[in-house]
């Protein structure tokens, strides 16, 4: 799906910009009764969502749980935890990108890197999101749980290593599980027996309201879609104009789209190999089967608010705004939704066996995981498939619509230079769409939504609310230095950028060095992905080598780490001699890995090193930032 950064147990990414530090959270929690505190370094909501389940199973022993969003805290303060009684801070810390902090972590791991404060006071455990395939499993997690005890506080409870490369939500379960009897014993409590179905917001229904106090599908500021001011960022993005939308590929069952968005006064700067965010909507199909369902009127005005007066959070989401609004740009309707929203609402089916399964998937017992896992998971079941499939279960929608997480923006890798295209970012992406194990039809939210972004249909302008997000994905600082690009697929996207800024280099007198390419589809004839413009960047001598694998045009499949193997001498020149940058841009489960592997390969024959050395000095281009990855699974 165009090279998109997947946040590992994340999907995609949201930046918060950073509010006031008005409050301490030990005096919050002091005037509030709390006693423990749970952190998240979110990028996409599930670290939050994790955060806030956490703190509301606390009440069920008698204790008294927040989560909180590290910046806007003094984590400072975390030495004075200990004035608190049976006082506890959890963390529920995603790993984002090459083993980097969320966005909203970044001066909470500052902070930690520098702090020579004495934490023998304070008791935590630490919960990682992370995903296997990706270089720095659980770095953050791991880094937290490691530093934390290194500034002498206490760990009641091991780490958590969530993989959602496997099953995120079973990962959880599983500690979440062991981890309360942990609590309990050590501060000498015991579960009261009360469940924690409890309503978090209650709902208001605006029936004589003025229509401009009313949210439409903005991010953060009421009516900023038709004031647009700068900076745009991800409370508050920019709507850019589509003015190209092409399909890419000549042939095969998928759609493959090149898309330009116009920045033009915007004041958005981006640089090549950057990634561009985008807020995507819900098919309004689904929406409307979905009201259908639940036999509501999406278009009643309502608020959800905050029963905790205190909480920093006042809606789940934008608020007052309509159920259609809502469930169109603000919920996630499409992915199936974790076991403890199938908790929440197991409580409105009238049948007692749907009532008894949807307990049981939410249950941490081994026959309702492997249930969980094939009726949910694997089916790739969404709420609306649910509720279609269990005729008695009718929540109401206000309910179903503080249970769901929010919808995220998407994230693709930019595929043009800026040296070339000061006012416009282009896109490159890959519709999905599959048939389930139900025999339903799934689409992709931000892809689908994207392919019907017509440039000026009937002399309306289609806008995408977008902003950028900075990357560490760049090219080298001197022109002359080499580059080998391996992007197969879509992960072919940041490199169209490469390319035309060192061409732009080239026209300005520059030396540049060698620009090398491997690229990948699966046939000649079908998707081969910009195909004209490579063969004119290698004409005019911008591209020394293009080298294209097409994996399925004969009885073999091949790859490009095959044409890697070809060229191994040229490879480690360029690497060894010619102090050549490496970027791999596309999947993370099966190409970077192979790619990786093929790498240790050539540095073991060509440097006469074994297995070992040439991992250490592979490791080591990485450090040196001479070995990017900018991967997705």
């Known amino acids: 799906m165009g090279c998109v950064y997947s946040v590992p147990g994340e999907e995609a990414a949201v930046s918060r910009s950073s509010p006031a530090r008005d409050s301490s959270f030990i005096e919050k929690m002091k005037k509030t009764g709390r006693n423990i505190v749970v952190f998240y370094g979110s990028q996409t909501g599930t670290a939050e969502e994790f955060a806030n389940r956490l703190s509301k199973d606390a009440h069920r022993y008698g204790l008294r749980g927040m989560a909180a969003d590290p910046e806007e805290y003094d984590l400072s303060d975390l030495s004075r935890l200990s004035e608190i009684d049976k006082s506890l801070a959890v963390f529920c810390m995603a790993t984002y990108g090459e083993g980097d902090p969320t966005d909203n972590a970044q001066d909470f791991y500052d902070w930690l890197q520098e702090a020579d404060t004495d934490l023998s006071g304070l008791r935590f455990a630490v919960f990682g999101l992370g995903n296997k395939t990706y270089e720095h499993f659980n770095a953050m997690g791991k880094y937290v749980d490691k530093r934390l005890e290194e500034l002498g506080a206490q760990r009641i409870f091991e780490l958590g290593l969530g993989d959602d490369d496997g099953n995120l939500e079973e990962d959880f379960i599983t500690w979440r599980e062991q981890f309360w009897p942990a609590v309990c014993e050590h501060f000498g409590v015991e579960a009261t027996g009360e469940e924690s179905s409890i309503r978090q917001y209650e709902l ?80 309004a199909s689904l929406v409307n089967q979905l009201g259908e369902i639940l036999g509501t009127d999406l278009d009643t005005v309502m608020s959800l608010n905050n029963l905790d007066e205190e909480s920093n959070k006042k809606h789940p989401f934008p608020c007052p705004t309509s159920y259609r609004t809502a469930l169109t740009y603000y919920l996630d309707i499409t992915n199936p939704p974790r076991t403890n929203v199938l908790y929440e609402l197991a409580q409105y089916a009238t ?228 102090n050549a940058h490496i970027y791999v841009c596309g999947d993370a489960r099966n190409m970077a890995r192979d790619v990786q592997n093929t790498f240790y390969e050539i540095v073991s024959e060509y440097g006469n090193m074994n297995q070992s050395q040439a991992v250490d000095y592979v490791k080591k281009l990485m450090t040196k930032g001479r070995y990017s990855l900018d991967v997705w699974s």
């Open 204 to 283: 208001v229904v605006h029936t004589d309201v003025n229509m401009n106090k009313v949210y439409t599908g903005e991010m953060g500021r009421l009516k900023s879609y038709e004031n647009q001011k700068p900076p745009f960022d991800a409370k508050n993005p920019f709507l850019a104009v589509v003015t190209e939308n092409r399909k890419l590929n000549e042939g095969g069952e998928r759609h493959l789209m090149h898309l330009e968005l116009d920045i033009s006064n915007s004041k958005i700067r981006y640089e090549s190999g950057d990634h561009v965010a985008v807020y995507p909507a819900n098919d």
């Open 351 to 578: 049948d007692t066996g749907e009532q008894e399964q949807l307990r049981k998937m939410a249950s941490s017992s081994a026959e309702g995981k492997a249930l969980y896992l094939s009726w949910v998971v694997e089916a790739r079941r969404n709420i609306l498939a649910i509720l279609q499939d269990m005729p008695s279960l009718r929540p109401p929608i206000d309910h179903l619509c503080e249970l769901l997480p929010r919808l995220q923006a998407r994230y693709y890798s930019i595929a043009s230079s800026s040296k070339v295209h000061p006012n416009s970012i282009h896109i490159c992406a890959v519709t999905v769409e599959y048939e389930t194990k139900t025999g339903r039809l799934n689409k992709g939210v931000a892809t689908n939504w994207l392919k019907d972004k017509v440039p000026n249909e009937n002399g309306r302008n289609s806008l995408v609310p977008m902003y950028v997000r900075k990357s560490q994905f760049r090219l080298p600082f001197k022109p002359s230095t080499p580059v080998i690009m391996i992007g197969p697929g879509t992960g072919i996207a940041p490199f169209i950028g490469f390319i035309q800024e060192r061409a732009w280099l080239k026209e300005q007198g520059k030396e540049v060095g060698e620009t090398v390419l491997y690229y990948g589809c699966r046939r000649e004839r079908e998707d081969y992905l910009y195909r004209q413009e490579l063969a004119r960047f290698k004409q005019e001598g911008v591209l020394t080598q293009l080298n294209v694998a097409f994996s399925r045009d004969q009885a073999e499949k091949v790859y490009v780490q095959h044409l890697l193997k070809k060229n191994k001498e040229h490879i480690w020149k360029l690497v060894n001699d010619g």
